[in-house]
């Protein structure tokens, strides 16, 4: 932390960017920072490639992201943010990082660490946002509204809303912080988790399809591109989907399988945490989290269906015994 610090402190003009197809915690961080070092009098250049989600569009600075790097002399520094692999914030912004000599890092996911001057890398912190508050608090930057603001979406959002296993204390002690600075709870969860109503519809699609199989251990669904299109959604409409469906009592293991527009069909799989589904992804070519993965299936949906409820089943029973 403490390099990352002064890597940023003796760069005027600092280069910020997080990974593409931004989340809350990417977008919060991206922005969170960008606050933090304008209220220190630096210049910040935001960047993100890919859409922002619409409901982070209310956040302080949003209208600051760009999806255009800086001229190749501008940054002093840059730092990644919420991965630590530069090609992840996409192939121009990878090339461009390779070039830099100044970049620091700071994430919370595992993995090999080989790229970047300065690196903080925690996986036993809850978001990056969350890391970015402990650096703040660290170095005696002062914490606007604004910054606190950001930074409690990408907490917020990283934590499943302060349920996951990595709601630990001193994820709730910055939390804590970030409200005493201006981050307001309430009307912060209005923007992230509006309804929208068209993914109310969705759902609904969702639900009446699930099957509960394995004795209500195993909850599967799966949504068409037909069903998705005659809804006006996305795939982004889907994302807390199969969270909804591993919430329903007795389920260990949730699937919710997507049919994608070039063929082929995408698979989210979530655990309550016996189950290690990142290893049934990865069996199948996939990859992610014990307890959220996923992976890419070439078959067709009702194909794609069967064969996951089948490995998915067994997981069950070897978990069982
Ligand atoms: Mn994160």
């Not at 989340?23 to 919060?28: E, K, Q, T």
């Not at 859409?51 to 956040?59: A, D, R, S």
């Not at 999806?67 to 730092?79: E, M």
């Not at 912190?125 to 950001?150: H, I, N």
């Amino acid at each position: 932390m403490k390099d990352v610090i002064a890597m940023l402190e003796d760069a005027a003009r600092v280069l910020v960017l997080a990974h593409r197809d931004p989340d809350g915690d990417a977008l919060g961080a991206t922005l969170g920072l960008g606050h933090l070092l304008a209220a220190r009098g630096q210049e910040v250049w935001l960047y993100s490639a890919g859409p922002v989600p619409p409901e982070y569009g209310f956040l302080p600075g949003r209208e600051r992201l760009r999806d255009q790097l800086p001229p190749r002399q501008w940054p002093q520094a840059a730092v990644l943010l919420d991965c630590h692999q530069p090609e992840r914030a996409g192939a121009e912004a990878g090339r461009f990082l390779a070039r830099l000599e100044q970049v620091a890092v700071v994430d919370h996911h595992q993995g090999q660490t080989d790229f970047g001057r300065a690196v903080w890398v925690d996986p036993s912190c809850a978001a990056t946002s969350q890391m970015l508050a402990e650096l703040a608090r660290a170095a005696g930057w002062p914490l606007t509204a604004e910054a606190a603001t950001c930074l409690f979406v990408g907490l917020q959002t990283d934590t499943g809303s302060f349920r996951y296993s990595n709601a630990t204390p001193q994820a709730f002690r910055v939390a804590a912080e970030l409200v005493e600075a201006g981050a307001d709870p309430w009307a912060i969860s209005q923007e992230v988790y509006a309804t929208r109503p068209r993914r109310l519809r969705l759902l609904g699609r969702v639900l009446e399809d699930t099957e509960l199989m394995a004795g209500g251990r195993l909850a599967l669904a799966a949504v068409s591109l037909a069903q998705l299109q005659a809804l006006g959604c996305d795939s982004r409409d889907l994302e807390d989907a199969v969270e909804t469906l591993r919430g329903i009592p007795g389920v260990e293991v949730a699937a919710l399988l997507r049919e994608l527009p070039g063929g082929g069909v995408k698979a989210s799989l979530r655990s309550r945490g016996r189950v290690d589904v990142a290893a049934v992804a990865l069996a199948l070519g996939g990859g992610g989290h014990k307890s959220a993965a996923g992976m890419r299936l070439d078959m067709d949906l009702t194909t794609a269906r069967r064969h996951l409820a089948e490995r998915l089943r067994q997981a069950l029973d070897k978990e069982a015994a």
